[in-house]
T-cell receptor, first 112, second 112 residues
Framework: AQKITQTQPGMFVQEKEAVTLDCTYD???????LFWYKQPSSGEMIFLIY??????QNATEGRYSLNFQKARKSANLVISASQLGDSAMYFC?????????FGSGTKLNVKP | NAGVTQTPKFRVLKTGQSMTLLCAQD?????MYWYRQDPGMGLRLIHY???????AKGEVPDGYNVSRLKKQNFLLGLESAAPSQTSVYFC???????????FGPGTRLTVT
């Protein structure tokens, strides 16, 4: 069965420091995609970054990078130089067999 | 270019009533999705569509029906609302499966 797991319900990080949000997944699909979304308190879903299962290099988008370890089935999000505006819920998601599966999320609080 | 819109934004139903949620996208995307998000949880896929005239079940389809008669619209129906269907409903679209999803702003539904 396809599954996404986020084991950190909440995290704190000091402004300007880096933070890693954990995500592990499970699927029997040889071709899948991994995504991270941000959900601020206002409720909208904001796409951050995507990693394909066959991509050799880790994805990066500005301050966001995805640490993809295929053998470990992990797809951790790294946010560098945290900003106050990064405080939000972060969801890891997987596309597998045309369906999407979301983790339960990590609430990130950035402290000034 | 409105992206993905959802109608209505808020709704209160009584148990047993029916309603339809409308999702519209103007990006000519093939794939469309309906999710529900319960408090403190990630998104769960209800139904999805890979093209006009097609629909398929997601993770939690019971109690819901969908239709995709036009490429730009994806309707979610509740035939007989139950309090367990109180949730925030998100619609999303994407050009194909392994691609960023574009989300609507959500519909907050309360069933009393």
């Amino acid at each position: 069965a396809q599954k996404i797991t986020q084991t950190q319900p909440g995290m704190f990080v000091q402004e300007k420091e880096a933070v890693t949000l954990d995500c592990t997944y499970d699927t029997s699909d040889p071709s899948y995609g991994l995504f991270w979304y941000k959900q601020p308190s206002s409720g909208e879903m904001i796409f951050l970054i995507y990693q394909g299962s066959y991509d050799q290099q880790n994805a990066t988008e500005g301050r966001y990078s995805l640490n993809f370890q295929k053998a470990r089935k992990s797809a951790n999000l790294v946010i560098s130089a945290s900003q106050l505006g990064d405080s939000a819920m972060y969801f890891c998601a997987m596309e597998s067999f045309n369906k999407f599966y979301f983790g339960s999320g990590t609430k990130l609080n950035v402290k000034p | 270019n409105a992206g993905v819109t959802q109608t209505p934004k808020f709704r209160v139903l009584k148990t047993g009533q029916s309603m339809t949620l409308l999702c519209a996208q103007d990006m000519n995307h093939e794939y469309m999705y309906w999710y529900r998000q319960d408090p403190g949880m990630g998104l769960r896929l209800i139904h999805y569509s890979v093209g006009e005239g097609t629909t398929a079940k997601g993770e939690v389809p019971d109690g819901y029906n969908v239709s995709r008669l036009k490429k730009q619209n994806f309707l979610l129906g509740l035939e007989s609302a139950a309090p367990s269907q109180t949730s925030v409903y998100f619609c999303a679209s994407s050009p194909h499966a392994a691609n960023e999803q574009y989300f609507g702003p959500g519909t907050r539904l309360t069933v009393t």
